[in-house]
Structure formats: structure tokens, C-alpha cells
């Protein structure tokens, strides 16, 4: 097998694992295993937490001013950049995400995010003087870094999402224990190799692997000051609830099942494009799609019509080819899952237009892109997060009906309006209930803060908004 990890990152040492054991990644491509990473016990995670609170004292990191810490994190980015092409590569065989996405988001993405972090926080004063309001002194107000970091980290968008967290942390002088998921564990020891390369000191940064036992184990440990996690909304629940005994800070970035508000004077080509990746990037696991379009019902079946045409012209195959747009979806179970769904909408009575199956190919993982129409909004399949090529058309009487139907989710984290009227469509993103809502496209801006309401998480990842989550702020009062 090409990659093998038969070590954790520890305390700025490769260190054996006290489990002995390990695991083998397999690719969804073609079913095989590709590589092995060791597992870690919990006395791992103990030597991690450990590290990771020695190393907030050293002087090599504590005493570093800002701008010496950026220049740090700057020298993390260029060894990050000498190898994006093979990070990127690495991503996709092991979840199926097509290269041309990897290439952006966990190749040059990882390296933007760090450096947008680090720009951002050289100009972010440490300390501010404040008058106090009954003019009897001054306060200066203190932002004091968090401590300790759990990062837990899903299999969608490993490296970036890792990123997320581990850049704003680190730009604040946190420290940080990594566990990523056992389908993606690979990337993260190149991550750990490019930090040990850039000179990050000893326990700074650490890797620990394994399932959801050793997430749950680092979640409650005594050591952690604050706990960052994406992933489903159910384990989510789990983590909220542990951190809220402990009264730990907790970022939670969660599931979603967005919705996609077609205006009756939408350009259907503009739509039809912009679906491509608001609707099935990374063949549609990713959280925060617009996976319900909800069409005016004159344009129902036109819209399904053009949203069917969109997926079946999808090219469906390698994903290390720059041509494919769908490759296949991290596991069998994965996969069995979203078939499931699909049956699902098939018994439901709504019309598949198209997909529904698997395609022609004798190994992999993947799935047709799918689409059903005339689908309600009270369907499974139009409620539940599939995390899965499928999407629903679900018709809907006026704009304030669509709005209705939208807001109508135990989800908050996206969604998109499509219109030729601009201004309209902002007015409208306004009445969304959600975190974040693109018009006419969607992409995420590293400078604005992201995130869920409702069943969707807590606190937001991104922009100075992320910065400010690992700080702690102390008020000292002068009576100056």
C-alpha cells in the first residue's frame, strides 16, 4: 500500500501507538485498501492533551509575540503549498471527491485559509483601553487564548475543515489535539509532517486517531478548554450535551437540508449551472446544499425538467479525472444508505426523473445522480439529510409560500435564491432562516462567518468571527 502511517504525532515526536493496532483506509474508487494508519488508545489521547497544555507554557510558543507567531504559521503555509497537488490526490482517494474540487478546497484552500488567518490577526489588538462609562478610570480589555483545542474533523472535507479550526486556533496561540475520521485518517499525519517541517514547536499541534470512542474520550477529557466538531447532527447532539455538563465552549458545524427558492423570473441556464455545485459538490456530501428546489408550480415541470437534464449529462466516473464531475461516495455503507432514501422517494409516489440507480461500472461506490419531482414537502426524502447526489423539486404556490416551506426544517445552515431581480432575491435571503443563503450562487468567503441555527450547530467557523471564538476576553479595571 502507498501510504503508510504506522506512527501518531505527539508532542512534536512520532510516537508509537500504546493500542497497537491500526487501520486500513479503503478507496472508494476501486474498493481497495490504499493505505494504514495506527490507532491510538486512550492513553494516547492522555500523552496528546498532555503535550498540548505543556506546550501553551513553552516559551518557544507562549512568548512569541503576534506577529512572530503569524510569521510561524506563514512558514506552516509554505511547507503546505510544496505538496498541494499530493494532498489534494490524497483527499480524493480516500473519499471519492473529484480532483478538480480537491484541488481548490483541500490543496490551495488549506493554504489560503491559514494565510487569510494569519494576515487577519496581526491586526487584531491583544489589548484595547476603554474610558469607563461612569468615567471613574479606564478598563483595558484582555483577549487571552482558549487553551487546549479538540478538533474533531468528518471525512467530507478533511483537510479544509481541519483547517477551519486548527488556522484561527493556532493564529491565537491555542494548542490543538486533532482526531479525524477513520475514512480520512491519512491526510492528517501529511498535515502533522508539514507542521514538523515548518518548525511548529513540540505539542502544539497533535494527531490522535480512531473512531468514536476516542472522539468521546477526548471530547470529556480533563484537559480540553474548548471542542470544535463537524459532523452529523446527531453526534453533535452527543458532544453539546457532554461540554454542557463540563461548561466547555463548543463550536458544532452540523447537517443540513437546504432549500433552493426558484422566483418565477429565474434564468434556468443560470440555475442549471449554479446547481452543479450548490446542489452535488462533492457528490452531494456536502452539509450545506440546497438539496430541496422548491419550483413556482407553472414552472414545476420545467424546472424538473432542466434539473433532470443537469444530472443525467453529469459525467459519473474516476474521480482523479479533472473531467469527472460525480465520483462515488466514501463507503458501501455510505452508499447504502442513500439507496435506501432513494427507494424511499420511489415508494413515496414522486416521480424520478432521473438517476435512481447505480451506474454501469463493475467496482466503486457510486451512485446516479438522482432527481425526483413533484416530491411534497412532507416527504422523508425532502426533510432528512441524505448526504447523497439526490435532489428533490418540490412545487410551492407564492413567494410567501416558499419561504414558508424553506423555514419549515429542523435545519439552518444554507440554502439559495435563484432570480433575474437581485434586489428581490437579497430580500428575500433575508426572510431564509438559516446561517448562510447565496443569491444566483453559492460559495463560502473565507472573511464572513459560517455556520447553522437550529439543528444545524452552534457558533460560527470563518471570518474574524472564527478568530474571536478562541479567545477568552478578561476585563481589568484601573482606577486611572
Same mark, same amino acid.
Given at each position: 500500500?502507498?501510504? $503508510? &502511517?504506522?506512527?501518531?504525532?505527539?508532542?512534536?515526536?512520532?510516537?508509537?501507538?500504546?493500542?497497537? #493496532?491500526?487501520?486500513?483506509?479503503?478507496?472508494?474508487?476501486?474498493?481497495?485498501?490504499i493505505g494504514v494508519a495506527t490507532l491510538a488508545a486512550p492513553s494516547d489521547v492522555d500523552s496528546a492533551v498532555s503535550a498540548a497544555r505543556a506546550a501553551l507554557h513553552l516559551p518557544e510558543w507562549a512568548a512569541l509575540s503576534t506577529g512572530e507567531r503569524?510569521? *510561524?504559521?506563514? +512558514?506552516?503555509?509554505?511547507?503546505?503549498?510544496?505538496?498541494?497537488?499530493?494532498? /489534494?490526490?490524497?483527499?480524493?482517494? #480516500?473519499?471519492?471527491?473529484?480532483?478538480? @474540487?480537491?484541488?481548490?478546497?483541500?490543496?490551495?484552500?488549506?493554504?489560503? *485559509?491559514?494565510?487569510? &488567518?494569519?494576515? *487577519?490577526? =496581526?491586526?487584531?489588538?491583544?489589548?484595547? $483601553?476603554?474610558?469607563?462609562?461612569?468615567g471613574m478610570g479606564t478598563t483595558v480589555v484582555r483577549r487571552e487564548r482558549v487553551g487546549v483545542v479538540a478538533a474533531i474533523v468528518p471525512w467530507n472535507f478533511p483537510q479544509i475543515l481541519t483547517m477551519f479550526k486548527l488556522a484561527p486556533a493556532l493564529a491565537a496561540g491555542c494548542t490543538v489535539v486533532i482526531k479525524p475520521s477513520?475514512?480520512?485518517?491519512?491526510?492528517?499525519?501529511?498535515?502533522?509532517?508539514? /507542521?514538523?517541517?515548518?518548525?511548529?514547536?513540540?505539542?502544539?499541534?497533535?494527531?490522535?486517531?480512531?473512531?468514536?470512542?476516542?472522539?468521546? &474520550?477526548? @471530547? /470529556?477529557?480533563?484537559?480540553?478548554?474548548?471542542?470544535?466538531?463537524?459532523?452529523?447532527?446527531?453526534?453533535? $447532539?452527543?458532544?453539546?450535551?457532554?461540554?454542557?455538563?463540563?461548561?466547555?465552549?463548543?463550536?458544532?458545524?452540523?447537517?443540513?437540508?437546504?432549500?433552493? %427558492?426558484?422566483?418565477?423570473?429565474?434564468?434556468? !441556464?443560470?440555475?442549471v449551472q449554479g446547481l452543479a455545485t450548490s446542489s452535488l459538490l462533492n457528490n452531494g456530501q456536502t452539509c450545506f446544499l440546497s438539496t430541496r428546489i422548491l419550483a413556482p408550480q407553472a414552472r414545476h415541470d420545467e424546472v424538473v425538467e432542466a434539473v433532470a437534464a443537469l444530472a443525467a449529462g453529469l459525467t459519473v466516473g474516476d474521480p482523479l479525472d479533472p473531467d469527472t464531475h460525480v465520483g462515488p461516495v466514501v463507503s458501501q455503507r455510505q452508499r447504502e444508505r442513500i439507496e435506501a432514501y432513494i427507494q424511499l422517494g420511489k415508494d413515496s409516489g414522486a416521480?424520478?426523473?432521473?438517476?435512481?440507480? =447505480?451506474?454501469?461500472?463493475?467496482?466503486?461506490?457510486?451512485? #446516479? !445522480?438522482?432527481?425526483?419531482?413533484?416530491?411534497?414537502?412532507?416527504?422523508?426524502?425532502?426533510?432528512?439529510? %441524505?448526504?447523497?447526489?439526490?435532489?428533490?423539486? %418540490? !412545487?410551492y404556490r407564492d413567494v410567501n409560500d416558499a419561504v414558508s416551506i424553506a423555514n419549515d426544517s429542523e435545519y439552518g445552515l444554507g440554502g439559495t435564491i435563484w432570480t433575474s431581480d437581485v434586489a428581490k432575491g437579497l430580500d428575500?435571503? +433575508? +426572510?431564509?432562516?438559516?446561517?448562510?443563503?447565496?443569491?444566483?450562487?453559492?460559495?463560502?468567503?473565507?472573511? /464572513?462567518?459560517?455556520?447553522?441555527i437550529k439543528a444545524s450547530g452552534l457558533g460560527r467557523e470563518l471570518g474574524p468571527e472564527g478568530l474571536a471564538a478562541f479567545f477568552n476576553l478578561k476585563s481589568i479595571f484601573l482606577a486611572e
Open positions: 500500500m502507498k501510504y $503508510r &502511517y504506522e506512527q501518531l504525532y505527539l508532542g512534536g515526536e512520532w510516537r508509537n501507538s500504546a493500542s497497537g #493496532q491500526s487501520l486500513t483506509v479503503v478507496s472508494p474508487i476501486d474498493e481497495t485498501p503569524a510569521d *510561524l504559521l506563514d +512558514r506552516f503555509a509554505d511547507e503546505l503549498e510544496k505538496n498541494s497537488t499530493e494532498r /489534494a490526490v490524497l483527499t480524493t482517494v #480516500q473519499n471519492g471527491m473529484p480532483i478538480g @474540487v480537491s484541488n481548490w478546497a483541500e490543496g490551495d484552500g488549506v493554504v489560503g *485559509l491559514l494565510r487569510y &488567518y494569519t494576515a *487577519l490577526v =496581526r491586526t487584531v489588538p491583544m489589548e484595547e $483601553r476603554r474610558p469607563r462609562v461612569d477513520p475514512e480520512t485518517t491519512l491526510d492528517a499525519f501529511e498535515l502533522a509532517a508539514a /507542521a514538523d517541517r515548518a518548525g511548529l514547536p513540540p505539542g502544539v499541534l497533535n494527531i490522535v486517531t480512531g473512531g468514536p470512542d476516542i472522539g468521546e &474520550y477526548l @471530547v /470529556a477529557h480533563p484537559g480540553v478548554d474548548k471542542v470544535c466538531f463537524t459532523g452529523s447532527t446527531a453526534s453533535g $447532539r452527543k458532544i453539546s450535551e457532554v461540554c454542557g455538563r463540563l461548561l466547555r465552549p463548543v463550536t458544532l458545524e452540523l447537517g443540513g437540508k437546504s432549500a433552493a %427558492i426558484v422566483l418565477d423570473d429565474a434564468d434556468l !441556464p443560470t440555475l416521480v424520478l426523473a432521473a438517476g435512481g440507480g =447505480r451506474p454501469d461500472r463493475d467496482e466503486g461506490w457510486f451512485v #446516479q !445522480p438522482t432527481v425526483f419531482g413533484g416530491v411534497s414537502k412532507d416527504a422523508r426524502i425532502a426533510r432528512e439529510e %441524505i448526504f447523497g447526489p439526490v435532489l428533490t423539486v %418540490i !412545487p428575500i435571503a +433575508r +426572510r431564509v432562516e438559516s446561517g448562510t443563503v447565496g443569491v444566483n450562487f453559492y460559495n463560502l468567503d473565507y472573511g /464572513a462567518p459560517f455556520g447553522g
